[in-house]
């Protein structure tokens, strides 16, 4: 790539959509480090404290995702009209060599923009069922790179799509090298305490809290040997520390953990939502996991996500039940039976395994150059 290129990664909202641009934009720097970087999305806080910690640059626009439509329409309207003066503009600013869509409503005025600029577009979809923006937008990309063949079908009007798996951080890549044997140590070891990471989400997971504590209590004698790892978000933290502490177990609680290389590279069984992107992680690090997909995700996509690990037998998946004690009954069950079972939890980190792309930052920036190089 030439030296003094400059990227435009656009989207964001969450930590899944920002991630796997952070990991390629730290790929691209490493082999030019000319290059300038710059990320694009929304006002959310967590977006700009992301991109800051690691050490990016940000800008904003003032988008409105698309709910918003039938609740504030006028809002709607006059936000992202804003926001697509305000994409033009800051193309003529940067005058970027490429525009990368991460995903999400917040990407489309710089993609739409650049399109009609003729910058070249690249998308990445990290998800089975890609969403309604992928789709929208695929038709104007150079190149759209996704993480799972079944998705190359539903994006019939893409002119190019290449399987790179979803970049994950460099940290959580190493992990698929050397966590193979380290587990293996550990598990022959009678002095290892067992850790069970539970994952929230960055902006929390309700059902999913509600659900783990409510089956951690049923269970609490079995795991007076485990340590209880539990993200829950910015809600429930009190509530979890008071329940762990009454019920005497080993836990760390916090809203929100930085060092997940570390706390995966301990953990020896998950319980987590099944976004794209935590999924790409734990794959690279080979842990047996429990997904809860979030029931009201666009076109269910989580439970897609899901099911593509359940079918090579790396998670097993519970669906939210109604009343929300049949989800807790559930996940007792299969924690229960886990728990106890290091055998299957090995076997199911071996199949994940076979589901990772440690190399995919390398590849995703590999199709960045490619658009690039034609014209330098």
């Given at each position: ?40 999305g ?7 404290t ?8 940000h ?24 926001a ?27 993609v ?8 070249p577009?690249?998308?990445i ?5 890609p ?42 890549a ?23 990471l539970?994952?929230?989400?960055s ?18 004698d079995?795991?007076?040997?485990w ?36 706390l ?31 029931p009201?995700?666009?076109?269910d ?7 593509a ?10 669906e ?57």
């Amino acid at each position: 790539m030439k030296s003094n290129s400059t990227i435009l990664f656009a989207g964001g909202g969450t930590g899944g959509h920002l991630f796997p641009g952070i990991a390629a934009a730290d790929e691209l720097r490493r082999r030019e480090q000319s290059t300038r970087i710059v990320f694009v999305g929304s006002h959310r806080s967590v977006e700009a404290t992301i991109v800051a910690e690691h050490g990016l640059e940000h800008r904003m626009l003032p988008v409105e995702p698309l709910p918003t439509l039938k609740r504030h329409p006028i809002r709607f309207a006059y936000r992202n009209w804003q926001a697509w003066r305000g994409a033009i503009r800051l193309l003529k600013e940067l005058r970027p060599d490429a525009v990368v869509g991460l995903g999400g409503y917040a990407s489309a005025p710089i993609v739409w923009a650049a399109n009609r600029q003729r910058i070249p577009v690249i998308l990445i979809e990290q998800n089975v069922i890609p969403g309604r923006t992928t789709r929208l937008l695929s038709r104007f990309a150079y190149h759209v790179c996704v993480s799972f063949s079944e998705t190359i079908a539903r994006l019939p009007k893409a002119r190019h799509i290449v399987v790179t798996g979803n970049p994950v951080r460099a940290s959580i890549a190493k992990l698929h090298i050397r966590a193979s044997a380290e587990r293996s140590a550990v598990e022959s070891s009678t002095f290892k305490q067992h850790e069970l990471l539970i994952l929230g989400g960055s902006q929390g997971a309700e059902s999913l809290n509600v659900a783990v504590v409510a089956a951690i209590a049923k269970l609490a004698d079995q795991l007076k040997t485990w340590k209880i790892v539990h993200q829950t978000g910015p809600l429930g933290v009190e509530r979890a520390r008071r329940l762990y502490q009454e019920l005497e177990l080993t836990f760390v609680v916090e809203p929100f953990f930085h060092n997940m290389a570390d706390l995966y590279s301990r953990a020896d069984l998950v319980i987590s939502r099944s976004g794209a992107t935590t999924l790409a992680e734990l794959a690279c690090a080979q842990i047996p996991t429990i997904l809860l997909p979030y029931p009201h995700a666009a076109d269910d996509h989580q439970r897609a996500n899901a099911l593509a690990f359940v079918d090579h037998n790396a998670a097993i998946l519970i669906e939210h039940s109604t009343p929300p004690e049949r989800t807790a009954d559930k996940l007792a069950d299969v924690l229960r039976s886990l728990i106890d079972d290091a055998a299957r939890r090995n076997q199911m980190g071996q199949a994940a395994k076979e589901l990772a792309h440690p190399n995919a930052a390398q590849e995703f920036a590999n199709v960045i150059e490619s658009a690039i190089q034609p014209l330098s």
